[in-house]
């Protein structure tokens, strides 16, 4: 009888060894990769919007609403990549504008971007040209601030983003990226407009 259990014993002896090896390769297998997560995890891209050319505001009243507002702008935007050890590639951008939550400009897709370690780059959309359908309080609210010659709008980005460091790769990323400006829309003004202050941008993966 004992030899029996010996026997039994000596069988389960080497898939006992083979499961503790396994779990030992996929323990060291995790923190090899945790190793190199830490060394080259990409930092977010930091985003900013540095001028804006504003060349016409008109409404159209429909009946029944909501009414229509025609915007054209162009956007200077900055892609900052800050991370020394992987480069981004920004793919799907679009970019519109809001006002009072609203959008006033059509969204306008941005050709792909792919940006070294550590650098910037600038994109200048034009946006608007169009007639986009708004609430009716927004046409007077825009005509108040033209009188008193400033907005508040938003500037919002969509895409996603993948990171590149040596042979590693990531997988793609939602970006959303939202601007908030304060603009100088004086009636009459047509073309670049001052920016009040530095806008905020908040980037979101």
């Not at 009414?67 to 951008?93: C, E, K, W």
């Not at 959303?176 to 004086?186: F, N, P, Q, R, S």
Request: net charge positive.
């Amino acid at each position: 009888m004992g030899d029996a259990k010996k026997s039994t014993n000596r069988r389960h002896h080497p898939i006992r060894l083979l499961s503790v090896l396994l779990l030992l390769l996929l323990f060291l297998l995790g923190l090899i990769f945790l190793i190199l997560y830490l060394i080259y995890r990409p930092s977010k891209p930091v985003i900013s919007i540095t001028s804006i050319s504003i060349y016409s505001f008109s409404s159209s009243p429909s009946t029944p609403p909501p009414n229509l507002l025609s915007t054209s702008m162009q956007l200077t935007i900055l892609f900052h990549n800050p991370n020394r050890r992987a480069s981004v590639l920004y793919d799907r951008l679009s970019a519109y504008v809001t006002y009072h939550d609203e959008p006033i400009t059509p969204p306008v897709g941005i050709p792909p971007l792919y940006q070294e370690r550590a650098s910037s780059v600038s994109v200048s959309p034009v946006l608007g040209s169009g007639f986009v359908p708004v609430s009716p309080g927004v046409v007077p609210a825009l005509e108040t601030d033209r009188a008193y010659g400033v907005a508040s709008m938003r500037v919002v980005v969509l895409g996603r983003v993948k990171y590149k460091s040596g042979p590693f790769r990531s997988r793609w990323y939602g970006l959303y990226v939202t601007c908030d400006a304060l603009v100088g829309v004086k009636k009459g003004l047509a073309g670049p407009a001052p920016l009040l202050g530095e806008p905020q941008c908040k980037v979101n993966l």
